[in-house]
Protein backbone atom coordinates (compact mmCIF):
# COMPACT_ATOMS: atom_id res chain seq x y z
CA UNK A 1 0.00 0.00 0.00
CA UNK A 2 2.63 2.30 0.49
CA UNK A 3 4.04 1.19 -2.79
CA UNK A 4 0.58 2.44 -4.51
CA UNK A 5 0.67 5.63 -2.58
CA UNK A 6 4.17 6.63 -3.47
CA UNK A 7 3.21 5.81 -7.55
CA UNK A 8 0.01 7.96 -7.23
CA UNK A 9 1.83 11.04 -5.68
CA UNK A 10 4.55 10.65 -8.57
CA UNK A 11 2.36 10.08 -11.22
CA UNK A 12 -1.11 12.72 -10.50
CA UNK A 13 1.19 15.69 -10.43
CA UNK A 14 2.82 14.40 -14.17
CA UNK A 15 -1.14 13.49 -15.44
CA UNK A 16 -2.90 16.99 -13.88
CA UNK A 17 -0.34 19.09 -16.02
CA UNK A 18 0.04 16.47 -19.37
CA UNK A 19 -4.23 17.15 -18.80
CA UNK A 20 -4.01 20.65 -18.39
CA UNK A 21 -1.25 21.58 -21.92
CA UNK A 22 -3.66 19.49 -23.70
CA UNK A 23 -6.32 21.84 -23.20
CA UNK A 24 -4.43 24.99 -23.49
CA UNK A 25 -2.30 23.71 -26.34
CA UNK A 26 -4.21 24.16 -29.05
CA UNK A 27 -4.18 28.00 -28.94
CA UNK A 28 -8.14 28.58 -29.17
CA UNK A 29 -9.54 27.61 -26.46
CA UNK A 30 -8.92 28.60 -22.61
CA UNK A 31 -9.94 27.19 -19.48
CA UNK A 32 -13.14 30.10 -19.58
CA UNK A 33 -14.56 28.93 -22.42
CA UNK A 34 -13.19 31.68 -24.99
CA UNK A 35 -12.41 30.38 -28.11
CA UNK A 36 -10.92 32.98 -30.87
CA UNK A 37 -7.51 33.56 -31.87
CA UNK A 38 -8.41 37.31 -31.60
CA UNK A 39 -5.87 39.21 -29.00
CA UNK A 40 -7.80 42.60 -28.76
CA UNK A 41 -11.35 43.40 -28.21
CA UNK A 42 -13.20 47.03 -28.97
CA UNK A 43 -16.38 47.63 -26.62
CA UNK A 44 -17.92 50.96 -27.26
CA UNK A 45 -19.73 52.87 -24.97
CA UNK A 46 -23.50 51.66 -25.18
CA UNK A 47 -26.53 54.41 -25.50
CA UNK A 48 -29.45 54.12 -23.93
CA UNK A 49 -32.59 54.28 -25.69
CA UNK A 50 -35.65 53.63 -22.99
CA UNK A 51 -37.12 56.59 -21.41
CA UNK A 52 -37.27 54.52 -17.57
CA UNK A 53 -33.70 53.64 -17.35
CA UNK A 54 -31.39 55.53 -15.14
CA UNK A 55 -29.04 58.12 -17.06
CA UNK A 56 -25.86 56.29 -16.06
CA UNK A 57 -27.33 52.58 -17.00
CA UNK A 58 -25.78 52.41 -19.86
CA UNK A 59 -22.01 53.57 -18.81
CA UNK A 60 -22.36 51.10 -15.68
CA UNK A 61 -23.20 48.52 -18.29
CA UNK A 62 -20.52 49.06 -21.06
CA UNK A 63 -17.87 49.46 -18.06
CA UNK A 64 -18.80 46.22 -16.87
CA UNK A 65 -18.63 43.99 -20.07
CA UNK A 66 -15.11 45.56 -19.87
CA UNK A 67 -14.32 43.99 -16.69
CA UNK A 68 -15.98 41.26 -17.88
CA UNK A 69 -14.26 40.28 -20.81
CA UNK A 70 -10.93 41.29 -19.62
CA UNK A 71 -11.47 39.01 -16.45
CA UNK A 72 -12.83 35.85 -18.33
CA UNK A 73 -10.83 35.81 -21.30
CA UNK A 74 -6.92 36.41 -22.44
CA UNK A 75 -8.35 39.54 -24.93
CA UNK A 76 -6.99 43.15 -24.27
CA UNK A 77 -9.65 45.82 -24.20
CA UNK A 78 -8.42 48.67 -26.46
CA UNK A 79 -10.09 51.80 -27.81
CA UNK A 80 -10.06 50.98 -31.87
CA UNK A 81 -9.35 48.63 -34.19
CA UNK A 82 -9.84 45.85 -32.33
CA UNK A 83 -9.97 42.31 -33.94
CA UNK A 84 -13.00 41.62 -32.35
CA UNK A 85 -15.78 44.65 -32.46
CA UNK A 86 -18.88 45.32 -29.76
CA UNK A 87 -21.84 47.94 -29.99
CA UNK A 88 -25.13 48.12 -28.87
CA UNK A 89 -27.80 50.05 -27.16
CA UNK A 90 -29.92 49.52 -24.22
CA UNK A 91 -33.33 48.87 -26.30
CA UNK A 92 -35.71 47.69 -22.94
CA UNK A 93 -35.74 48.77 -19.55
CA UNK A 94 -39.51 47.70 -18.44
CA UNK A 95 -41.79 47.57 -15.32
CA UNK A 96 -44.50 44.84 -15.89
CA UNK A 97 -47.11 42.97 -13.79
CA UNK A 98 -46.29 39.31 -13.41
CA UNK A 99 -48.95 38.14 -10.45
CA UNK A 100 -52.02 40.14 -10.90
CA UNK A 101 -54.21 40.01 -7.82
CA UNK A 102 -57.53 39.93 -9.56
CA UNK A 103 -58.70 43.56 -8.76
CA UNK A 104 -57.76 45.45 -11.49
CA UNK A 105 -55.37 44.47 -14.38
CA UNK A 106 -54.20 47.86 -15.02
CA UNK A 107 -53.13 49.22 -11.31
CA UNK A 108 -49.53 48.09 -10.62
CA UNK A 109 -50.45 48.29 -7.07
CA UNK A 110 -52.83 45.38 -7.41
CA UNK A 111 -50.39 42.94 -8.62
CA UNK A 112 -48.65 40.68 -6.27
CA UNK A 113 -45.03 40.66 -8.24
CA UNK A 114 -43.33 42.81 -10.55
CA UNK A 115 -40.58 42.25 -13.15
CA UNK A 116 -38.07 44.22 -14.15
CA UNK A 117 -36.85 43.26 -17.95
CA UNK A 118 -33.85 44.57 -19.45
CA UNK A 119 -32.97 44.14 -23.37
CA UNK A 120 -29.76 44.95 -25.13
CA UNK A 121 -29.33 45.06 -29.15
CA UNK A 122 -25.60 44.46 -29.44
CA UNK A 123 -23.31 44.46 -33.02
CA UNK A 124 -20.29 42.00 -32.96
CA UNK A 125 -18.06 42.31 -35.58
CA UNK A 126 -14.98 39.52 -35.93
CA UNK A 127 -12.64 40.57 -38.17
CA UNK A 128 -10.86 37.21 -38.11
CA UNK A 129 -13.90 35.18 -38.49
CA UNK A 130 -16.18 37.26 -40.45
CA UNK A 131 -18.85 34.66 -40.24
CA UNK A 132 -18.95 34.92 -36.57
CA UNK A 133 -20.23 38.50 -36.58
CA UNK A 134 -23.94 39.38 -35.96
CA UNK A 135 -25.92 42.62 -36.31
CA UNK A 136 -29.19 43.63 -33.91
CA UNK A 137 -28.89 40.85 -31.68
CA UNK A 138 -31.13 41.37 -28.70
CA UNK A 139 -30.36 39.96 -25.08
CA UNK A 140 -33.03 40.05 -22.54
CA UNK A 141 -33.50 38.61 -19.49
CA UNK A 142 -35.23 39.76 -16.36
CA UNK A 143 -35.64 39.45 -12.12
CA UNK A 144 -38.97 39.51 -10.43
CA UNK A 145 -39.78 40.72 -7.32
CA UNK A 146 -42.82 41.11 -4.94
CA UNK A 147 -44.54 44.58 -4.76
CA UNK A 148 -44.23 45.06 -1.44
CA UNK A 149 -40.97 45.69 -1.82
CA UNK A 150 -39.77 49.58 -2.54
CA UNK A 151 -38.47 49.46 -6.19
CA UNK A 152 -35.61 51.89 -5.75
CA UNK A 153 -33.89 50.01 -2.69
CA UNK A 154 -33.91 46.87 -4.86
CA UNK A 155 -33.27 48.60 -8.55
CA UNK A 156 -29.34 48.66 -8.30
CA UNK A 157 -29.16 44.86 -7.06
CA UNK A 158 -31.77 43.79 -9.54
CA UNK A 159 -30.13 45.38 -12.48
CA UNK A 160 -26.87 44.04 -11.27
CA UNK A 161 -28.27 40.65 -11.69
CA UNK A 162 -30.02 40.94 -15.04
CA UNK A 163 -26.74 42.62 -16.35
CA UNK A 164 -24.46 39.15 -14.92
CA UNK A 165 -26.83 36.78 -16.95
CA UNK A 166 -27.00 39.14 -20.18
CA UNK A 167 -23.15 39.73 -19.92
CA UNK A 168 -22.84 35.89 -19.69
CA UNK A 169 -25.00 35.38 -23.14
CA UNK A 170 -23.37 37.80 -24.77
CA UNK A 171 -19.89 36.55 -24.04
CA UNK A 172 -21.11 33.29 -25.12
CA UNK A 173 -22.28 34.59 -28.36
CA UNK A 174 -19.11 36.15 -29.05
CA UNK A 175 -16.04 34.52 -28.35
CA UNK A 176 -17.55 31.39 -27.24
CA UNK A 177 -19.61 30.92 -30.00
CA UNK A 178 -22.66 29.02 -28.29
Known amino acids: MNLKNSLVSIFLPIFTLALLSTFSGCGIY ?8 AKTIQIEPLFNNTDLAPANLAQNFTNRLKDYYQ ?27 TSPTGVSPTDISFAAQTRLTIGIKINYVDVIEPKNSFKDRTFTFYKDFDNNLNFTTIQDQYERLIFDQIMIDIFNATVANW
Not at 73 to 94: H, P, T, W
Request: charged share 15%; aromatic share 2%.
Open 71 to 97: QNSSLRVIKENGELQIEGIISQYALTT
Open 30 to 37: SMSGAATT
